[in-house]
């Protein structure tokens, strides 16, 4: 078991620094490059004075030895006048170092953020904060219902339930965030005016009106898919020997359902929800730009719209961490849950 | 000037009447297919239950309404009749006397229209970009189910490679205007739209080898048709001018494909190692076939269920990225039709207009859904085997 998690452990490192090298190459290529230099000097710069931009703030230097830099294997270097050698800072907004130093994500360092002119933890772990809350409450509302209509619809297969929450399921799994958010925000904000269509306020604090549109948005999608999956499951669980033994022993309907098949129903759908976090990702993308709620996914469009390269690498770096380790979470998981599988 | 409206009742039997030749298909195909479902094999199976006979019925009406887009929309989804901006749903045009069925948006284009040529843009790319990532998927998942070892680990890690990536952070990262500057996407259009060449020659070259009458023809054929494709597509110098793609389009296409291909890779794996242990296929072994016939003409066909499954849900997904991407105004052009852009631009002024944003929404969700049921009843017809 220590070996297995070990051996996912260094395929994550290993993955991550590959993605990481993608991105990187990909914000680095010269189009983007241009952008950034045009919005970050004054308006009709001249094509040369971008150029000097880029090569002052470091931007021509060797594809790998900037790679290098951001990970902190090879020295940061300031801007050193070629006139004076006199050194200045890189970015003065967010302590570059003055002197040659390694500080890269090794060091805990994850640069500069110059579309908000701060470093990027300063933007970035805030924002996670505010996406974890919204996550808790998306998994608060989702898990127990998705749980609850797997179960009913899979506890007697074929039957009128069973008929109508499935296609209610497949209808909820249809419905991507855009479309549930817009005809969430007409009928509750718009028509009946009980909510708040949009969740800026919720950075200040969370209510109920400005905060349950987001979450149910968000939760709609994978409901339809977590419930299909755990009425799978208990559709299995409930053809099982040892279910109609219960049944034969003389118990009622209610405690087989609940004492012998629900705890092993209830192991795949366990694995189901760990995988939604990649999808829950993208969902809060969206979400939080429809709503103008000011967390990761807000900060990730708004990184990616300016080619903000620093702030787009600790986004992506972060996104991929998270589905990982959610996979990882999920196969040891399944393992610790269910004795007859073995990890190799 | 006031607008004159047209009741309630009146715009809902006026939208039923535009749709009269989806409805006349709609009559025909499915009126034949009742007739003859028992010789229809597995599609004449679905006609068996409810949930099949909406799938069916919802696809087929999105794909003629794309096949008839012309005639069904009133206006052009592009023309702009001033007068007609942020109408409500039922007004007339002053100048034609046609009716804004849906209303107008804010740059008083006809919603009703915009939402039947969004159709097309939909019906076209996701299910090309299906077939094209199933061929990605299958070409690279049979021989990483069946010779397993290095192969399998190189491909594996990098199917995971991709899934790892959030599906939204790919698209801001590939679909931008500045890689249009650069070769990237052409390279990778060369790349994904050369495996349906080699799946095909493979595939007659493995079963003709030794009826060389038959192979040449069907190799000639899949190699001009192929090549033909492959430079309207890629170099976009088709010499017949028929094949041609926008560079936006072809973005958005390979994006897609790139996005979805690692999983039909992982799907085709799977069922390949499980499919490979059968006993028919230790028959093939021992009468001494290639390894590539036993992929393709002994594992390939039996793991057909499935895919087809799988298919049906996977263009609704891709249906729903077009959308991501469209939302987020990435690749297409911004006055497109089709439906994320739609409902990109609507979202943006719910509070003070809500109708041009429900026909998009409405549309994209009838189609996927109907896709989704599409699926879940090929999984039941097939299960009952």
Known sequence: MFSFIARRIGTILLTMLCLTLVVFFLVNLEPNLKKLAISQTEMHTPADQLESWLVNHGYRQNFFVRYGQWLGVVPKHPITDPATGKTTQRFSFCNDPTEPKFSGVLQGDFGCSTKFKTTVAAKLFPALGATGLLMFWVLAVMVPISLLIGILAGMREGSRTDRTLSVASIASTATPEYVSGVIFTVIFASWLGWLNGSAASASQGITFYNFTLPVITLAIYGIGYIARMTRASMVEVMTQQYIRTARLKGLSFSSVVIKHALRNALIAPFTVIMLQFPWLLTGVVIVEVMFRYQGFGYTLVEAAGNNDIDLLLGCSLVSVFIVLITQLISDVGYAFLNPRIRVQ | ?385
């Not at chain 2, 309404?65 to 409500?88: C, N, R, Y």
């Not at chain 2, 070409?139 to 990536?165: C, E, H, M, Q, R």
């Not at chain 2, 911004?334 to 207009?353: H, N, Q, V, Y």
């Open chain 2, 1 to 385: 000037m006031q607008t004159e409206y047209i009741s309630a009742f009146d715009v809902v039997l006026g939208v039923l009447w535009r749709f009269w030749p989806v409805w006349v298909a709609l009559i025909l195909v499915m009126g034949a297919s009742f007739t003859y479902k028992k010789r229809l094999g597995l599609y004449g199976q679905l006609f068996d239950s409810g949930v099949g006979i909406a799938g069916v019925f919802i696809c087929l009406f999105w794909l003629f309404t794309a096949i008839f887009a012309s005639t069904i929309s009133p206006f052009d989804p592009l023309a702009q009749v001033s007068v007609m901006k942020d109408t409500l749903p039922g007004a007339i045009e002053p100048a034609s006397k046609l009716v804004y069925y849906f209303g107008g948006d804010k740059l008083a284009r006809d919603v009703f229209s915009r939402m039947v040529y969004g159709s097309q843009i939909v019906l076209i790319i996701a299910p090309a970009a299906t077939g094209f990532a199933l061929m990605v998927g299958i070409t690279l998942g049979l021989p990483a189910g069946y010779y397993g070892g290095k192969i399998d680990t190189l491909l594996s890690f990098l199917a995971n490679l991709v899934l790892a990536f959030p599906v939204i952070l790919l698209f801001y990262l590939l679909v931008t205007p500045g890689i249009m500057d650069t070769p990237i996407p052409y390279a990778m259009a060369g790349l994904f739209f050369l495996f349906p060449i080699i799946f095909f020659c493979v595939l007659f070259w493995t079963r003709y080898k030794n009826r060389p009458d038959r192979l040449y023809i069907l190799l000639g054929i899949t190699l001009v048709v192929g090549g033909w494709i492959y430079t309207g597509l890629v170099f976009d110098k088709d010499p017949l001018k028929i094949v041609h793609i926008d560079p936006n389009q072809l973005n958005i296409f390979v994006a897609v494909v790139f996005a979805s291909s690692p999983g039909v890779f992982r799907i085709v794996r799977g069922l390949t190692m499980d499919i490979k242990t059968r006993d028919y296929v230790a028959a093939a072994q021992t009468r001494g076939e290639s390894p590539w016939y036993i992929m393709l003409w002994e594992i390939l066909p039996n793991a057909r269920g499935p895919l087809i499954v799988d298919a049906c849900l996977r263009i609704g997904y891709t249906t729903i990225l077009l959308g991501t991407l469209g939302y987020f105004g990435l690749g297409l052009a911004p006055e497109s039709p089709d439906w994320g852009t739609a409902i990109k631009d609507a979202s943006r002024l719910l509070r003070s207009f809500i109708h041009p944003a429900l026909p998009p929404t409405i549309a994209l969700m009838s189609f996927v859904l109907g896709l989704n049921l599409l699926a879940d009843s090929l999984r039941e017809q097939s299960m009952k085997d």
